[in-house]
């Protein structure tokens, strides 16, 4: 049951409508993550635009910024973020089967070997950022990997990991 509810329509200026407006365009509804940031529009227009920024732009691939979110969730038991972005994988063509091959072991999925560096290392930053060490970084550029895919990756982990926790701590409801 969550803790804190969206805000009553009559209460929202027309400054937040209009970013839930753009969060229903791009999703086709406004996730309950949003309607809750809602209370505080400053945080809604940062969050909704730091994700378009590292979601919907940069230069990995949607599939593998979203494999980083599922994962990083799992790994910190948010049960909101695994349900939302495996509903997002879906939606961009990604089969049950692979995605569970995801959440099983990336090294069975399809992603190239940089890709699957790329995303262990994000998983790794985040349950453990003071055991990153340079040979990991010398590792993912030895696979091509260059500095703007790295901080890209990290981002992905670093929002999803704030995302987690507001969404536990406020025990928001599941909409996926």
């Known amino acids: 049951m969550a803790r804190i509810h969206p805000p ?39 969050n909704w635009n730091k994700v378009k920024a590292l979601m919907m732009e940069g230069r990995l691939s949607r599939k593998m910024k979203e494999a980083i979110a599922v994962l990083v969730s799992e790994d910190n038991r948010c049960r909101y973020c695994v349900s939302a972005h495996s509903a997002a994988l879906q939606s961009i063509g990604v089969s049950d089967e692979e995605i569970k091959k995801i959440l099983d072991d990336v090294g069975q999925t399809t992603f190239s070997p940089k890709e699957q ?13 003071l055991n990153v060490s340079d ?16 901080v890209e990756a990290l981002g992905v982990m670093e929002i999803f990991t704030a995302f987690n926790k507001f969404l536990d701590s406020l025990q928001v409801d599941v909409d996926f």
């Open 117 to 129: 560096a790329l995303i262990h290392f994000a998983r790794r930053a985040n349950r453990e950022p």
């Open 135 to 150: 040979s990991d970084f010398a590792s993912l550029r030895q696979l091509g990997a260059d500095d703007a895919e790295i």
């Open 8 to 46: 009553d329509a009559k209460s929202i200026t027309e400054n937040t409508a209009g970013i839930l407006k753009e969060i229903e365009g791009a999703f086709g509804r406004v996730p309950n993550l949003f309607k809750t940031y809602a209370h505080h529009p400053p945080l809604l227009e940062a």
